[in-house]
């Protein structure tokens, strides 16, 4: 049996739709009674517990031997993921994928990176099967900017000329589906990056295609949207991380293109424009009740 965490997140729902598809059985860790239900109700087998609870995971482990690692960004990622992972230790669990992002590294700038990097390591300490999966940022970043695509013809950037390769959630959801269910990825480090790198200005371009009218580029800075974050409340800890990783992408560091996931498990990579032609319902509606203010997307 496979047991899929994380399914609160869009990624996380994306792997379970994967599964569902294919008509594979497994197993899907939740801590909401709702989500539960709903998951239930499509026929996917459902356990409650939570990461961040070792004792509510005993029956989640009950014949699982592979499992997909994703939880919630904040800085108990640390405590969370390896409280979790010892538990499937303990419960015989034979193989892990352990999702992070492209940034992991232990001398990272960046806390987050540097956090799944800790936990990067001890699953590779751990005695498990492992496979690593680092991807970029996600194309469905941009559904942030929705309101201000439609309302003000804007799509605000942090990060300058800087060039990004971001992947569909969807490619990286057939990735983790794909190492789940067949064999000879085991200690394999994957980066993973859609098959472009495009500069802000391109993406704008892509999407007043989509609208039929001009998007323009806004400037911003690292320091305009650590300010923003500061304003609606977001903890200075965490404002000051995002600033990090802004201020990274705006360097060049996600500049890079590396489809070698895609290429280990034969699938092929989205484009943007493909991305965003097939989302295209979602870039027009969920604007009707949207607010008119601008919405920068954290690049």
Not at 31 to 54: K, S, T, W, Y
Not at 73 to 96: H, K, P, S, W
Not at 126 to 132: E, H, I, P, Q, V
Not at 195 to 214: F, H, M, N, R
Request: one cysteine or more; glycine letters at 6%.
């Amino acid at each position: 049996m496979i047991l899929l965490t994380g399914y609160a997140s869009l990624l996380g729902a994306a792997v379970v739709r994967e599964f569902a598809e294919a008509a594979v059985p497994v197993r899907v860790l939740v801590d909401h009674v709702d989500e539960a239900a709903a998951l239930a109700a499509n026929g996917i087998q459902v356990v409650l517990g939570c990461m961040a609870r070792p004792d509510t995971l005993v029956g989640a482990f009950e014949g699982v031997d592979r499992v997909f690692v994703l939880s919630a960004v904040g800085f108990d990622l640390i405590d969370v993921e390896t409280g979790f992972i010892q538990a499937a230790v303990r419960a015989g669990v034979g193989y892990v994928v352990k999702l992070s992002n492209v940034h992991c590294n232990a001398r990272s700038p960046y806390r987050t990176a540097r956090m799944h990097a800790e936990v990067e390591r001890m699953v590779e300490d751990s005695g498990l099967a492992w496979t690593r999966l680092r991807p970029s940022q996600f194309m469905q970043t941009y559904f942030h900017a929705i309101p201000s695509l439609i309302h003000n013809s804007e799509l605000e950037s942090a990060i300058g000329n800087a060039r990004m390769a971001p992947v569909d959630i969807d490619d990286v959801a057939k990735v983790v589906y794909r190492l789940l269910t067949t064999s000879g990825h085991e200690g394999k480090r994957y980066t993973m990056t859609g098959p472009e790198a495009l500069t802000v200005d391109e993406i704008a371009q892509t999407l007043s295609i989509l609208y039929g009218k001009p998007i323009y580029l806004t400037a911003s800075s690292p320091n305009r949207i650590r300010t923003a974050l500061l304003n609606r409340g977001v903890a200075s800890a965490l404002a000051d991380d995002i600033h990090r990783l802004v201020t990274l992408r705006r360097e060049g560091s996600e500049s890079h293109v590396d489809l070698s996931a895609h290429a280990a498990v034969g699938i092929q990579p989205t484009t943007f424009a493909t991305f965003a032609q097939r989302n295209a319902n979602t870039f027009y509606t969920i604007t009707s009740t949207a607010p008119r203010e601008s919405h920068a997307v954290y690049l």
